[in-house]
């Protein structure tokens, strides 16, 4: 299936006894209860109609419904609501439209509001052979209005450590590695990543905006000017990089890894320059990382030779190197924005392209984890169960122990089918989890379904191997569940 795979094997001689089968058939889901079965086979069909995400869970363009009076100065603006919220509001009311809410899309999706509830959460995935990946539900959309003042940001870092140490807590017993999830945005300007962004792609703009100068300036605090910015940017950089540095001094400290999310074209470039910074000083031999991982989207056409760049980069830089591979989920917005602009259209032409860009960096990931591990990991952050078969499959040709430096991610909540019987096989599966109030969460869930859109529509198998499992356990035996 893989040339380098069996390149490698062919060196290392042949295995001795063939991959073990997994099956994707929606056996494991014995191990769940009839509610949350219940609740994940109605939530999903839910939100496999398109009405639903394109329309129910957009901002409500009626006044009425939006929250009343101007936040107080130096407050935080109030949270939007959608038009789920509003027609539930409407028919229900407010107390019962939130009771059915957290009942349905919260409950499916988010850990809970409390570190008790997430605890709660975390200890029945760890029942189940899963363990958590923590997402803080914090970032900044690219078009969100300009905010004044680093007060937002330093909000949001106190936000960040709370992050990495509920993280922490959350396996503190054992001595399996901890994740959480970062958005950069949520620590610094979407308006300066852009700046940065245009800047470095820019002919002889890699001196001034190098990783080893910004890692200096984080390590030193000294002031750092750039050309290309005024005194106003030039400062909340700093504070930027900053905000970031305590960020992953604290993870280290408490021995939780980073990864950090990728987001639209017009940022990447600048997140992947405070990466590859943070990398400089985190991701050192002597600190046993990598603590600070990068994401890289398979639908982007320049992804593999970017991440055959950086993986080169990082052996010959001595830097430990770990990568959250995904296919990437702005899609829609990547292609508005190069017509509107009139620019090349960086994403693949289709899924099958993607697909195809997926496989071949996977198998540049492992074949790479195979020969520098474990100064190399991977996160194979995919719900598509034939990358799953094929990770799992060179894994086993390669030599690479099952929960060892590659794993695999996918959402609360979502293709359970596959995570329950890769926990059950003995590899290391995290969840993404987010978590905070019903207010906090569902602005994030709006954009992640929004992004994920082709994904929730197409979750048919998973909708299909729920009903049977529920129709199994409800109908008397010998009789046949339809189809």
Not at 209 to 221: F, I, K, N, V, Y
Not at 230 to 242: C, K, P, R, V
Not at 388 to 413: H, N, S
């Amino acid at each position: 299936m893989l040339q380098t795979c069996r390149a490698l094997c062919s060196q290392a001689g042949p295995p001795s006894r063939s991959c073990p089968p997994l099956k994707f058939d929606g056996g494991a889901f014995q191990l769940k209860h009839t509610k949350e079965l219940t609740r994940a086979l109605l939530v999903l069909r839910l939100c496999a109609w398109p009405p639903l995400v394109t329309h129910g869970l957009a901002v409500s363009s009626d006044p009425e419904d939006q929250p009343e009076g101007s936040p107080k100065p130096g407050a935080e603006p109030s949270l939007p609501v959608t038009q789920l919220q509003a027609w539930s509001q409407r028919l229900l009311g407010s107390r019962l439209s939130g009771a059915f809410l957290r009942a349905s899309f919260y409950g499916q999706f988010v850990a809970g509001e409390t570190a008790e509830e997430v605890r709660d959460c975390v200890q029945q995935l760890r029942t189940l052979g899963l363990r958590p990946l923590l997402a803080v539900p914090t970032e900044e959309e690219p078009d969100s209005t300009a905010k004044t003042g680093e007060a937002c940001y330093e909000g949001n870092l106190g936000v960040m450590l709370r992050g990495v140490d509920l993280s922490r807590s959350l396996l503190e017993p054992l001595s399996q590695p901890s994740f959480m999830q970062l958005k950069v945005t949520a620590l610094t300007s979407t308006r300066l990543c852009k700046e940065l962004t245009s800047w470095v792609r820019r002919p002889g703009a890699s001196l001034e905006l190098s990783p080893e100068r910004l890692a200096e300036a984080m390590d030193s605090g000294q002031s750092l000017q750039v050309s290309c910015l005024n005194a106003e940017q030039n400062q909340h950089l700093q504070a930027s990089l900053s905000r970031l540095h305590r960020v992953a001094q604290h993870a280290r400290a408490r021995h939780v890894r980073l990864l950090v999310d990728a987001e639209y074209t017009s940022l990447n470039p600048a997140l992947s320059l405070l990466v590859a910074a943070l990398a400089m000083r985190w991701n050192s031999p002597g600190e046993g990382g990598p603590w600070v991982w990068n994401t890289y989207q398979a639908y982007l056409k320049d992804t593999l030779e970017r991440l055959e760049r950086d993986t080169e980069a990082a052996h010959r830089a001595g830097l430990a190197f770990g990568v959250k591979l995904v296919r990437g989920a702005y899609l829609d917005k990547e292609r508005a924005v190069a017509r509107l602009q009139g620019t090349e259209d960086p994403t693949q032409p289709d899924y099958e392209a993607t697909s195809r860009s997926y496989s071949r960096c996977l198998e540049l990931m492992l074949t790479h984890v195979a020969r520098h591990s474990p100064m190399c990991h991977l996160m194979v952050a995919s719900h598509n169960e034939e990358s799953v078969r094929q990770a799992t499959k060179c894994m086993w040709e390669l030599g690479i122990p099952l929960d060892g430096p590659v794993c695999f991610g996918q959402l609360l909540g979502m293709c359970d089918h596959v995570s329950l019987a890769l926990g059950q096989a003995g590899y290391a599966v995290y969840k993404s989890i987010p978590y905070g109030s019903l207010e906090e969460v569902i602005p994030y869930l709006i954009r992640r379904a929004q992004e994920n859109r082709s994904v929730l529509q197409g979750a048919r198998r998973e909708q299909k191997l729920l009903a049977q499992e529920l129709w199994r356990r409800l109908l008397p035996r010998g009789r046949r569940a339809p189809h």
